[in-house]
């Protein structure tokens, strides 16, 4: 996953499409997702040792609404398991705490039956008075609360049994909601923690407790030993590093002392044994946001003109070392809900491109400034990339990198003329991106957003699959016709599995819990 | 007033030049673009919940408020909390010195291992071939960046031998040592080189001076010689660069943790301002000042002790 992609959690739940509405015990199955590493059914996979595993992303820490960052929805997922999970094909939800879950015929209701085994690290059972506090700090949270909006109640009508009302019926996003990390469940009142200490030293139910952690520094889950399912996790320990440098996990991949590294960035992943790579189904999209707000950017012809003027190829293969292919749309595939737009999207045309700029308000150009990540290593080279392209409409590009810190406070603040980032998604359904998009000024271009929440609403309320289609289909159509926010690749997300890891299976924005993975030496 | 009012006055000193060192980091910080408060609550919230908790970090205060409030709680042994794990920040550096110091400690262990016995070489050997290879060696090794002489150490060293680990810091004291090796020779190789001038040249003034002619004449062995009369005169000017060096070996941790994956205060304080966790970031500034502070003090007490030429008057 690129360093700074920000994860959209904008967990609106939807319920995936027939296997999910149907509920009933397990609900959808994992589907569609190999398992990686070294053959073997589960039944084989051997338990014990510790699993080491790399990143370059700090953890947030266990406050599950202020997760930003991949690593910290991994790890949370890992220790503060939810009533739900998402399914490595990236479009399902499997069990969780949760062994099934049905709606009444109007979806207005869902009923989600507990199972009997499910206990936190310090044994305490898992009730619905459990998840029914959790929902309260759901609800709280400033950055997902507003996710959780439609949940108008949730009652326990015994130990075991929690019923959450639902404010509208046929709310696509719940159960994609309810699958997503930020909706783990606590013990009621911290399990008398308190908030502070709690969040110091999370109990959870989910496969590892933590042993130890520091804030961007090593962090230590040991097996729970009340963990729902006595067969796994398989190993004892989990060990995550930070490790900032690309050359330096490489290295500590090859030399054995890492056994997975999550999220190689497709500038160095062409140094790894291809055979070791987890590459991953498309889920990322790199953008190039314009800035509606003021000239230039605010006449479409010259939006058109640059979304013509891109080289797409040369930043596939460059930037990206071919781990990318041309954008479909706006809207990260890969997910459920996800359609195509009904027309073709951008490719490269520097003929029609000068012709667009020649009948706009600034036919010969304009000095404009991009703004990137600096620490992105493919960003660097992707802002070089379109300062070349659009220094052939005449634009003289300043290209501004900043660190990630002072990129993040002048994106959001939007006052930049063209923004460059990536986005994915974080939960198993297209809501999450559009709620990613809300939450952005739609997607840093200051675009009002006041049509993408009907049409997000819209979607969230759609009764048929064809409904929801006929949605995105005409935001993604509206992305094009507006050409604010240009997507210039879908990418993957790569992991680096060495071959004696079995069972590692990570759903296509890079998602995985390690209670599946075994080692095999 | 002697050696202990020396003392004294000094790190009475020290108390204005560290405030104006919290002042100097505090003030920074608050030109430094990024918002901390929206890392603290999430990308995802509203600027109504961003007011909200920089209303109540009190963060819209004036900044001399802040200033005073912050330098209250310090002279009251209070770092503050963490934005990012709520921690108190104390409890963080505590977690994270122990790394820094061992390599620190071994760092300056192997500096001085290489430095004292290739200066000597290479005075006695003056404008000789060995002294020529030092120097030469010295200067590739002060023109190699940190993070590039790890990355080397790891793929020629590390990788093939297996002996040392790619990186971490290892769970038992063994594996600490193991662990440490190469990041201390990635910072003794940054330092040596400017020891081996220093040390070489004073050796070399030294050897030229008449009480050294004279104790040759009385028959003192080269080597007693060089131990008893000319290392501990030569010293002086060497170990007030090491002081000065160590200084930069602080710093130069910085690299090397991150290079290493040692988590260590380093490690930290690039963390923190990622993050932008203010009270991190002041706390971690506030160690090395404290640190730089008493190995400069530590210093000049041992230059005295070392060379009774130097007088310590009130």
């Given amino acids: 996953m690129r360093q700074k992609t920000v994860a959209i959690v904008l967990l609106a739940a939807l319920a995936l499409v027939a296997a999910a509405y149907g509920g009933g015990k397990g609900g959808a199955t994992t589907t569609g997702a190999t398992a990686k590493g070294t053959s073997g059914a589960v039944s084989s996979q051997r338990r014990g040792g510790t699993l080491r595993v790399v990143r370059t992303e700090s953890f947030d820490g266990w406050v599950l609404d202020s997760a930003a960052a991949y690593a910290s929805y991994q790890t949370d997922a890992a220790v503060i398991e939810g009533l739900l999970r998402p399914g490595a094909d990236g479009k399902s939800v499997t069990p969780g705490l949760a062994e099934s879950w049905a709606p009444n015929p109007k979806a207005h209701t869902w009923t989600f039956k507990l199972r009997k085994n499910a206990r936190f690290s310090d044994r305490s059972p898992v009730t619905s008075k459990d998840v029914i506090f959790s929902l309260g700090i759901w609800k709280a949270g400033p950055n997902f609360g507003g996710s959780y909006v439609n949940i108008k109640s949730a009652t326990a009508p015994d130990k075991r049994t929690v019923v959450f009302k639902l404010g509208s019926a046929y709310d696509n996003t719940f159960l994609a909601l309810m699958a997503s990390s930020v909706s783990g469940v606590m013990p009621a009142n911290f399990g008398s923690k308190g908030k502070v200490a709690y969040y110091q030293h999370p109990i959870g139910a989910g496969a590892f407790k933590v042993d130890t952690w520091t804030v961007g520094g090593r962090i230590v889950l040991v097996r729970n030993p009340y963990f729902y399912d006595p067969k796994r996790p398989y190993v004892d320990k989990v060990v995550i590093d930070v490790v900032a440098d690309d050359s330096e996990r490489k290295i500590l991949f090859d030399s054995g002392q890492a056994d997975i590294v999550e999220y190689v960035s497709a500038a160095t992943a062409a140094q790894y044994d291809r055979s070791k790579l987890d590459v991953l189904l498309p889920s990322q999209i790199e953008h190039l946001s314009l800035n509606v707000s003021h000239p230039p950017f605010n006449d479409v012809r010259v939006r058109r003109a640059v979304a013509n003027a891109i080289d797409y190829q040369s930043i596939i293969k460059g930037p990206f070392s071919g781990f990318g292919a041309p954008a479909k749309g706006i809207l990260a595939p890969n997910l459920a809900g996800w359609a195509p737009p009904t027309q073709p999207y951008y490719s490269t045309n520097l003929k029609r491109a000068k012709a667009l700029l020649a009948g706009s308000s600034a036919p010969h150009g304009a000095a404009v400034e991009l703004i990137y990540d600096s620490g992105v290593a493919s960003d660097v080279l992707v802002a070089q990339v379109l300062k070349d392209n659009l220094g052939k409409l005449g634009f003289n590009v300043k290209l501004t990198g900043l660190e990630t810190g002072a990129f993040v406070g002048r994106a959001f603040s939007v006052n930049s003329d063209m923004t460059l980032w990536s986005y994915g998604a974080i939960s198993p359904d297209i809501s999450d991106p559009l709620g990613w998009f809300l939450g952005t000024k739609w997607l840093f271009t200051g675009l009002p957003t006041d049509t993408l929440r009907k049409q997000f609403g819209s979607y969230r309320t759609a009764a048929t699959r064809k409904g929801r289609i006929v949605v995105i289909t005409k935001i993604q159509n509206q992305a094009i016709t507006d050409a604010h926010a240009i997507a210039l690749t879908q990418f993957q997300v790569i992991h680096g599995v060495n071959t004696h890891v079995s069972g590692f299976a990570s759903a296509p924005w890079g998602l995985s819990f390690y209670d599946t993975v075994s080692l095999n030496r | ?314």
């Fill in chain 2, 1 to 314: 007033m002697g050696r202990f009012g020396f003392v004294a006055k000094r790190l009475l000193q020290t108390v204005p030049l560290l405030l104006g060192i919290v002042l100097i980091v505090f003030l920074l910080l608050k030109v430094t673009p990024g918002d901390p408060v929206r890392q603290i609550v999430g990308l995802r919230a509203s600027q109504e919940q961003l007011d909200a908790v920089r209303k109540q970090l009190g963060l819209n205060d004036p900044v001399v408020a802040q200033y005073g409030r912050y330098v209250a709680r310090l002279l009251r042994g209070d770092l503050g909390y963490s934005y990012k794990s709520l921690q108190p920040v104390s409890t963080m550096i505590g977690d994270r010195i122990g790394v820094t110091a061992w390599l620190m400690s071994v760092g300056i262990i192997l500096t001085l291992l290489i430095t004292v016995p290739l200066s000597i070489a290479s005075a006695i050997r003056k404008d000789r071939p060995v002294d020529h290879v030092i120097r030469a060696g010295g200067l590739v090794g002060l023109t190699m960046p940190a993070f590039w002489v790890g990355v080397m150490l790891l793929l020629t060293v590390a990788l093939p031998t297996g002996w040392f680990p790619a990186g971490g810091f290892g769970d038992t004291i063994p594996q600490h040592a193991r662990s440490i090796f190469l990041p201390a020779l990635t910072l003794a190789i940054g330092t040596a080189p400017i020891l081996i001038r220093s040390l070489r040249a004073s050796i070399i003034s030294v050897l030229g001076s008449e009480y050294v002619a004279t104790a040759r004449s009385l028959g003192v062995s080269e080597a007693r010689l060089i131990r008893r009369f000319v290392l501990r005169n030569a010293a002086a000017a060497s170990v007030t660069l090491l002081a000065l060096e160590i200084g930069f070996l602080l710093f130069g941790a910085v690299v090397i943790e991150t290079t290493f994956a040692l988590p260590g205060v380093g490690q930290g304080l690039v963390l923190a301002a990622r993050g932008r966790d203010l009270p991190a970031i002041q706390g971690y500034t506030l160690l090395f000042a404290i640190v730089v502070v008493a190995v400069y003090l530590a210093s000049d007490i041992a230059t005295a002790l070392l060379d009774p030429r130097v007088e310590i008057r009130s």
